[in-house]
């Protein structure tokens, strides 16, 4: 039965360092070489990644409308006015 015991303690060490907490993870990341910084960062930005395509909020393969200021001539008179009245503003001063 020893290694029963050895077994169960080797799991429990594993789950207690699956669920460290950030304040205890920063200080191992700390330590870390710039190489191992940098692929902790890509690690954690695919794991993101993949968390947001689960999540359903942009659906792989779907094309999306994406809105782009070309041919935008309202926003742009808008802008061009906000614009003028900054300037004649700035020139009364």
């Known amino acids: 039965m020893p290694s029963l015991r050895v077994a169960h303690y080797n799991l429990n060490s594993l789950l207690s360092f699956i669920y460290m907490t950030l304040t205890e993870i ?4 700390q ?44 926003a742009e008179k808008v802008l061009t006015d906000m614009l003028e009245q900054h300037l004649l503003q700035k020139e009364t001063k």
Do not use: C, M
Not at 26 to 29: A, T
Not at 58 to 68: C, L, R
């Open 26 to 29: 920063l200080p191992s990341l």
């Open 31 to 74: 330590k870390l070489s710039h190489r191992e910084k940098i692929q902790a960062i890509q690690f954690l930005a695919i794991e993101l990644a993949k968390e947001e395509q689960d999540s359903g909020v942009i659906e792989n393969g779907k094309t999306y409308e994406v809105w782009s200021p070309y041919d935008a001539f309202s």
